[in-house]
């Protein structure tokens, strides 16, 4: 079974997510500069990606931390051009 579809996995994200909210981000955003790639090509829809995209970027730029805002916005940039291709 892959670690995407492992339940217990998923609700040991959910339960960092609700506990420490700056970890999980933390994580989402390791995830994304350790494989921009996959969020661009994965089969998800463009639009649920962007959205996540989106609530990523606002936390990081409550954070005032531009330097990851660059990163995620031009990742965005890249989902969102590799749709019209």
Same mark, same amino acid.
């Not at 959205?51 to 990851?68: C, Q, T």
């Given at each position: 079974? &892959? #670690? *995407?579809?492992?339940? $217990? *996995?998923? #609700?040991?994200? &959910? !339960?960092?997510? !609700? ?18 790639? +996959? #969020? +661009? ?8 990606? +962007? &959205? #996540?995209? @989106? @609530?990523?970027?606002?936390? *990081? $730029? &409550?954070? =005032?931390?531009? !330097? ?8 965005? @940039?890249?989902? !969102?051009?590799? =749709? @019209?291709?």
């Amino acid at each position: 079974m &892959e #670690a *995407f579809d492992d339940q $217990e *996995f998923i #609700a040991k994200l &959910e !339960e960092l997510k !609700e506990r420490d909210i700056d970890g999980f981000m933390g994580l989402v955003l390791f995830s994304l500069k350790t494989h921009p790639d +996959v #969020a +661009v090509e994965d089969d998800v829809p463009v639009d649920y990606k +962007v &959205e #996540a995209m @989106k @609530k990523v970027l606002k936390h *990081f $730029e &409550e954070k =005032e931390d531009y !330097e990851d805002c660059a990163f995620l916005r031009d990742l965005q @940039k890249r989902i !969102e051009d590799a =749709e @019209k291709r």
